[in-house]
C-alpha cells in the first residue's frame, strides 16, 4: 500500500509516500533561515511558512515518489504534541486532502513517530534487521525527552520524561547565552570538539536510583549562574570548553537515567531516536551503554530521520491500519499536548 504523509508540528514543513515501510520520497523544508535571526521558533511565522510551502512540498513527494494522489491509499498527518498553530496547517490539509479523494485518514501521535522511525526502511528494503520486544526507547529532542517500554508496536508505557526541559531545548538555551545562535545543539556539537568537560562544576539532577525522569532546568541555571557575569571576550576565549561541559552534563544525564530504565525492566533491544540523537558524541555513549549491557541498539538508518520528518509518520499509520483495517479518523482535531 502506499502512505502519503505530512508533518507540520513546528519549524519544519514535512511530506512523505511510503509503500509500506520502505520509503520512496521524504521532503523537508526547513524554516531555521526564517526563526534565526529571533533565537527561537515564531509560532505566527512557522504557519504561515506551512501555509505557504506545504502545497508544494506535497507536490514534490509525490513526484520524487513518482505517484499520484489516485495511487495513494492511505494520508497520515502529525495530530500532536506539536505547536498547535503549526500542527493545525498540515492536520487540517491532510484531513481535507482525504475527504476530497475518498481516501481513509489517520492521525499520528508524533512522539510514537519518533520512536518507530528506526524501523524505516529505504526504497529497496533496507536495512533488514529484527529486534525483540520488549524494546526500551530512548527519544530526545527539543519537544520531549522520554524512556519508553515499547512491549510491541502500539503498546508503550512511558517510564522517564522530562519534568521540565527538554534535552534539545537545554542545549538550544545554552547556546543562545553563548551567542551560538538557534538551533544552538548541532552547533554546540561542533565546538565542544576538544574542549574540557568538567571546565564548569555543574549539578547532577534527580540523583536517587529510583527516579527515572529527567531535569534539565537546574543544570541550565547553573550554567546561566555560573557565566552570567563574564565578559564576552572571556565566553568567546572558552567557547569549546563552555560547550563541551554543558553537553557532557546533558548527555551523562541521558545516559544515567537510560542505564537505571535497562536494569529495571530488562529489555530485550534497546532504541534511540530524536533530534537530539543525530548527535554522533551521544550516539557513541549509547552505543558503549549498549555493549556494557550486553544488548543490540538501534538509530534511524539515516542522520536526517532523527529530526521531524513525514516517513515516520506515514511508517505509524501503516503499522496502525496492519492492525484496523477500517480505521478513518475524520473526526479528529489536533491536540498539541498529546501524550503516547
Sequence with gaps: MYILAIETSCDDTCAAVLQNDRILSNVISSQINLHSIYGGVVPDIAKRAHQKRLPAVISFALRRSVKKIIDIDLIAATRGPGLGIALSIGFNFAKELAKTNHIPFVAVNHVEGHLLSVFLKNKNGLPRFTSS??????????????????????????????????????????????????????????????????????????????????????????????????????????????????????????????????????????????????????????????????????????????????????????????????????ELDIDPRLDL
Aim: glycine letters at 8%; a positive charge; aromatic letters at 10%.
Design 133 to 330: 520486544f520488549p524494546i526500551l526507547g530512548l527519544t530526545v529532542s527539543g519537544g520531549h525527552t522520554k524512556i519508553v517500554l515499547i512491549k510491541e508496536i502500539g503498546d508503550y508505557q512511558v517510564v522517564g520524561e522530562t519534568l521540565d526541559d527538554a534535552a534539545g531545548e537545554a542545549l538550544d538555551k545554552s547556546a543562545k547565552l553563548l551567542g551560538l545562535g538557534y538551533p544552538g545543539g548541532p552547533v554546540i556539537e561542533r565546538i565542544a570538539l576538544g574542549g574540557q568537560t568538567e571546565f564548569l562544576r555543574l549539578p547532577q539532577p534527580l540523583q536517587p536510583r529510583a527516579i527515572l525522569n529527567f531535569s534539565f532546568s537546574g543544570l541550565k541555571t547553573s550554567f546561566y549562574y555560573q557565566i552570567k557575569d563574564w565578559p564576552a571576550a572571556k565566553i568567546a576565549s572558552h567557547l569549546s570548553d563552555l560547550s563541551a561541559t554543558i553537553q557532557t552534563a546533558v548527555f551523562e544525564h541521558l545516559t544515567r537515567k537510560f542505564s537505571l530504565a535497562i536494569d529495571r525492566y530488562h529489555p530485550a533491544s534497546l532504541l534511540a531516536s530524536g533530534g537530539v540523537l543525530a548527535n554522533l558524541t551521544l550516539r557513541r555513549q549509547l552505543r558503549k551503554l549498549a555493549k556494557t549491557k550486553s544488548l543490540p541498539i538501534f538509530f534511524p538508518p539515516q542522520k536526517k530521520l532523527n529530526t521531524d520528518n513525514a516517513a515516520m509518520i506515514a511508517l505509524v499509520a501503516f503499522y496502525r491500519f496492519q492492525k484496523n483495517k477500517k480505521i478513518n479518523e475524520l
